[in-house]
């Protein structure tokens, strides 16, 4: 997890195809197919996801014979049909001029209010249900709480976790919105990322972090008043909260580099960037550790014995859904690199990148790509767990039994 680097002194030509408002309409649409995606893929290897996150039966007959992910498709459809004309119309106006982009900041700003007024309009044919019970998730989820396991426990740690991959996403929502109330810049300028103040963006940055580790301490308060041998004592809860609280350092000691003063700190800039790339290191790796062997039960980080059981593939686990061993290895991999996109500032032909517009919306949309492989082996472990037990520490979500793949 990483700040955002400094900008180009003057609107470069990414920015002048796709200003900063646009760029966070893309990859919010983005996210609604990739959930789509998720959802239409487990629903074809029947893993009921609507049971898992405690979604409620659809009342009307006709939503009831709609799968989930055709409900998921049409609202991202009556969501990109609009981006995509407000785009061409963007384009055909300005022509990529810097003066005539930064005027006609209307446009962009024009779609960000209709993506929102979406998810609040009644419009029954539009995924109402669906969209209604987003927002009744994301109100609870966005001041840290957490349901009960009977009433969506799993859901809500799904959607903060997203919330996690689209940090930077939402602290360039709040400078494209802060920029757009500013007397002295539009939003389709160059992006202000110290708009605020010089921790104001880091702030928002580091609000999904903030949720995570509240939801963590929730549950284990909840494990210590109902302790049982079964449940343990928590620990793995506090262990999770310490991985959303490594992300903190990072965030600060980015907003540090950006505007570094040498009369302000008692350390060398080179000294600064040391430290950042020791958090940096933590954060990146430690979450790693845990996508594989706490969030997907994965025994590649397991003692010997555990890792090589003849019982399963080397560093999987017996139990699992997906058939293909090479599905879960693929994932290790991605995740590692993606984890480690920060390693592109230590190449000295590739530093440069970080500090491009381009380069800032690419490393963006990776974690996205990144958290929607993750969500299908997050989902798929869940899903055994509640099948053949739950992993130490873990608490069981329901009872379900479709047939799963052992070796």
Known sequence: MDGDPKVEPELDSFSRILPLPYR?????????????????????????VPALIRYSSRLSPAQRHVAH????????????????????????ITGGNR?????????????????????????????????????QTFKRVSIGGLAQVQDGK????????????????????????????????????????????????????????IIRLRQCLIEYVRVQRN???????????????????SAFPVVVLSAIQRNYDPKKFNMSETGLFRLWLLFVFINSFYSFYWDVAKD??????????????????????????????????????????????????????????????????????????RRWMWIFFRVETEWVRNNKGPAPDDILLGEFAPKIDED
């Open 24 to 48: 966070v309409a893309i990859i919010l649409v983005c996210g609604i197919w990739a959930w789509g995606l998720n959802l239409h893929y487990l629903h074809l290897v029947r893993i009921d």
């Open 69 to 92: 992910h055709q409900s998921t498709y049409r609202l991202a459809t009556f969501l990109s049909v609009p981006l995509a004309i407000s785009l061409i119309f963007f384009w055909t």
């Open 99 to 135: 003066q005539t982009v930064a005027e006609w900041q209307i446009l962009p700003q024009s779609y960000l209010i209709f993506f929102v007024i979406c998810f609040i309009v009644p419009i029954q044919r539009m995924s109402h249900s669906g969209r209604s019970r987003f927002v």
């Open 154 to 209: 799993f859901g809500d740690i799904l959607l903060a976790d997203v919330l996690t991959s689209f940090a930077k996403v939402l602290g360039d929502l709040f400078v494209s919105t802060c920029m757009l109330l500013s007397s002295k810049t539009t939003s389709t300028s160059k992006p202000d990322r110290g708009c605020g103040g010089q921790y104001l963006v880091p702030l928002v940055i580091s609000i999904p972090s």
């Open 227 to 245: 302790r049982t041998p079964e449940s343990g004592w928590g620990g793995q809860h506090l262990a999770n909260a310490l991985k959303y609280s």
């Open 296 to 369: 997907w039960d994965l025994s590649l980080f397991s003692s010997a014995r555990e890792r090589n059981d003849p019982e399963h593939p080397w560093g999987l686990r017996r139990n699992r859904y997906f058939h293909a061993k090479q599905m879960y290895y693929t994932a290790i991999v991605i995740d590692f690199f993606l984890r480690c996109t920060w390693s592109v500032k230590l190449s000295p032909h590739l530093d440069h990148f970080n500090d491009l517009e381009g380069g800032i919306f690419l490393m963006e949309f990776l974690e996205v790509i």
